[in-house]
């Protein structure tokens, strides 16, 4: 065997660098346009001939006028940045409504929010004033940097309310003392003001872990001094773990508030704190046909009032499984705390009295599983769920205390007028099925069933909870001009609490049934042109009193009509 022999043209000695090399560039290795490869199974590359077939093209080219396109294409809508609705009706029910933006420079636009609704009253057969007022007023700034966005905002929300559902039947059999048919039933003032105060902000950030951060200030009051103040503060972030990502939810919670007396006794206030800390993580996960959201809800609560601590978790899962494009079927699990603030409260009743004894509703756990799907122009959603609610707040009208000395009237939402809650474990079997129809992209219908049974460990009933609820809708567009819509709905009968003086018994609670009803609407809008339009409304066209809480019955045929602009500042 031979050895090669090598021609190092760099011999094995000792260099010494006196300047430290500078190269130019005329020093660059420069590579050849076309390098020589050697490479044994190379093919020759074989040489193609072309040449150009040249035809001459006149310059300019002028198309005949009309013939370009046998199609013209429709113009898109312009949307208006304002938008305004006044209308009157029976009853002298007043409605205002506007919804408007203006852009102070390119990165920052005010954004207004303003609704009124008010009615003198005037339902027959009610012995007191029954007229109500609700505005609200929303100023809303929000901006567009360069990583961020934020908007901050805030809010007036003022309402008017009349204790005007006296039980008739009571007032039969007072004691001739109390005299409330002549002169005293005028002497009763049942009107309830609330004024709820709001300021917001929140930061929007991209590219980052940091998703947002949003802040919410709320102050709610009422004319019985009775004062409630929440501050909430959420964030929401996202981690990436490999190819998934983590969110992560974080919400701090405070709510404190006071009622100036208990419910027949002014010496004795209501006072109410609580403070939640909860942190929310979640994944996403796909297997194919199968999405899967996996997450659970940790929350500390801690009532400031009675210094006491407790500690809740909750599913956060929801599964999918799609069969075909158009047919899904879903499950999963759901819970979480509420708070249940004197401003939600009065959203829901706004006939409660200001001595309400406030708690949050632990939602334990919800468990539903669901049918949706789409065939043809007909879309559907079925869905079983079994809830578990411990200290659920069930509204309870307040007693009855006409001739029953001590408890003898001292305000005006003393007189059997008013609700007060009760709180009990309520478990609910809910069945709910839902179906749209759209015919063609200007019709649709759309029909809602809900079927649910009511379990409570306390109380004799499950109160102003119905067995079965019916919506129907349909919307119908004309044209350009013309708009037709509807709406139905159906309450089956609900059970009613009453605190009452028993004889033998002393203070018990007593059950009515409140009738089912059945509520119908109707609505035609008409424009005049892109900026000026025409709207008319029929509500309760079956004309019917019903009660939504007993003893309170609503207005009969009530019709509205008014006139609609939009424009631009």
């Known amino acids: 065997m031979f050895s090669q022999r090598r021609n190092d043209t760099i011999k094995a000695e000792k260099l010494i660098i006196i300047k430290q090399y500078s190269p130019t560039l005329n020093d660059a290795f420069k590579i050849k346009s076309k390098p020589s490869v050697s490479d044994s199974i190379s093919k020759s590359q074989k040489d193609v001939k072309y040449s150009i077939f040249s035809v001459p093209v006149a310059s300019t080219f002028t198309p005949v006028k009309g013939t370009a396109s046998s199609i013209k294409p429709q113009a898109l809508p312009y949307n208006y940045q304002n938008y305004a609705r006044l209308g009157a009706g029976n009853f002298t ?108 902000g929140q930061l929007e950030f991209e590219d980052s872990f940091l998703k947002n951060v949003k802040l919410n200030l709320q102050n709610f009051s009422d004319d019985y001094d009775s004062s409630e103040n929440q501050i909430t503060l959420t964030s929401d972030f996202q981690f990436y773990i490999t190819e998934k990502t983590l969110d992560l939810g974080v919400k701090l919670d405070y709510l404190s508030g006071s009622f100036d007396q208990s419910f027949n006794d002014p010496q004795q206030g209501i006072d109410y704190g609580f403070f939640t800390a909860t942190v929310q993580p979640s994944m996403q996960f796909e297997f194919g046909d199968i999405n899967l959201d996996l997450g659970l809800k940790a929350t500390v609560l801690n009532d400031t009032e009675l210094s006491d601590t407790e500690f809740f978790v909750y599913p956060k899962i929801k599964a999918s499984y799609k069969f075909t494009d158009e047919l899904m079927f879903y499950a999963g699990a759901d819970g979480d705390l509420s708070q249940n603030p004197y401003r939600s409260i009065v959203n829901q009743n706004p006939f409660v009295s200001p001595t309400l004894s406030l708690q949050p509703t632990d939602n334990a756990y919800t468990g539903f599983a669901g049918l949706n799907g789409k065939t043809g122009s007909l879309s559907y959603n079925f869905k079983v769920s079994y809830k578990q609610e411990n200290d659920y707040a069930f509204f309870i009208e307040n007693l009855d205390v006409y001739g029953f000395a001590p408890f003898m009237p001292t305000n005006n939402y003393e007189y059997s007028n008013s609700f007060g809650l ?110 000026l339009g025409f709207f008319v409304s029929g509500q309760n066209l079956l004309d019917d009193n019903y009660e939504q809480w007993r003893n309170f019955k609503v207005q009969g045929l009530q019709v509205l009509g008014g006139l609609s602009y939009q424009f631009d500042w």
């Open 93 to 200: 029910n007043i409605l205002g409504q506007f919804y408007g933006s203006l852009m102070l420079n390119r990165y920052k636009k005010l954004n207004i929010e303003f609704e009124h609704f008010s009615s003198s009253g005037g339902i027959e057969d009610v012995l007191l004033d029954d007229d109500f007022l609700d505005t609200n007023l929303d100023l809303n700034l929000e901006s567009a940097e360069r990583y961020f966005r934020w908007d901050a905002g805030i809010g007036v929300d003022y309402k008017r309310y009349n204790w005007y559902g006296i039980d008739e039947q009571n007032l039969n059999v007072l004691p001739n003392s109390i005299q409330l048919f002549d002169t005293d039933i005028s002497a009763i003032d049942p009107l309830q003001t609330y004024l709820g105060l709001k300021a917001y």
């Open 422 to 531: 009760a709180y009990d474990d309520l478990s609910t079997l809910g069945i709910n099925a839902e179906v749209n129809y759209a015919a063609f992209d200007d019709f649709n219908v759309g029909l809602s069933a809900h079927y649910f049974n009511y379990s409570v460990d306390n109380l004799p009933e499950a109160t102003y909870l119905p067995e079965f609820k019916v919506d129907v809708n349909a919307n119908y567009q004309i044209g350009e001009k013309w708009y037709l819509h509807s709406t139905l709905f159906f309450v089956g009968e609900r059970k009613s609490l009453q605190y009452a003086i028993l004889p033998f018994d002393g203070i018990g609670l007593v059950s009515e049934t409140v009738d089912s009803f059945v509520d119908l609407n109707f609505g035609v809008e008409y424009q005049f042109s892109e900026r």
